[in-house]
C-alpha cells in the first residue's frame, strides 16, 4: 500500500516536472501568442498535479477529515474550467472530459463510502492533460 502511494506521488511529481519543461520549450520554440496559450495550459496543467497531489493525501488521511476530498476535487475541477476557458483544442478537450469523469467517478465511490477510492483514473487523466499541454 504504502508502495503504491510513493508510485503515485512519484508520478504526480514527475507530471508537474514536464509541465515545467514544457513551459520552458513553448517559451523557446514558438511564437509570442502559441506561447501564451502553451504556457496557459502548462500552469493550469501544473496547478491540476498540485491539486491531484492534495487529493491522493485526502483519500490517504479520509477517516480524520473527508471534506478534503471534496474540496480537492472541487479545486482540480476549478483548473479544468480554466483550461477550457482559455483553449478551443480538440484533443485538450477530451483530457479535460477525460479528468472530469475519472472525478466523478471518486465523487461517486466516496458518497457510496468508500473511505480509499481509486484515484488512478485521475492520476492517468491529469498525465493525458499533461501531454496534451506539450506544443
Given at each position: ?53 492534495s487529493l ?56 457510496n463510502g ?22
Amino acid at each position: 500500500m504504502a508502495a503504491s502511494r510513493r508510485r503515485g506521488r512519484r508520478r504526480v511529481t514527475a507530471i508537474a516536472a514536464v509541465a515545467a519543461t514544457t513551459a520552458l520549450t513553448a517559451v523557446l520554440l514558438t511564437g509570442c501568442d502559441s506561447v501564451n496559450k502553451a504556457l496557459d495550459c502548462v500552469q493550469t496543467a501544473d496547478s491540476i498535479a498540485d491539486s491531484v497531489t492534495s487529493l491522493q493525501q485526502a483519500v490517504e488521511n479520509a477517516s480524520n477529515d473527508p471534506t478534503r476530498i471534496d474540496s480537492a476535487i472541487t479545486a482540480i475541477g476549478d483548473n479544468l474550467d480554466k483550461i477550457d476557458s482559455k483553449t478551443d483544442n480538440a484533443d485538450l478537450d477530451k483530457a479535460t472530459q477525460d479528468m472530469r469523469e475519472a472525478l466523478v467517478k471518486v465523487q461517486t465511490a466516496v458518497q457510496n463510502g468508500d473511505d480509499t477510492p481509486d484515484i488512478s483514473g485521475v492520476t492517468d487523466a491529469a498525465g493525458e492533460l499533461t501531454k496534451v499541454c506539450q506544443p
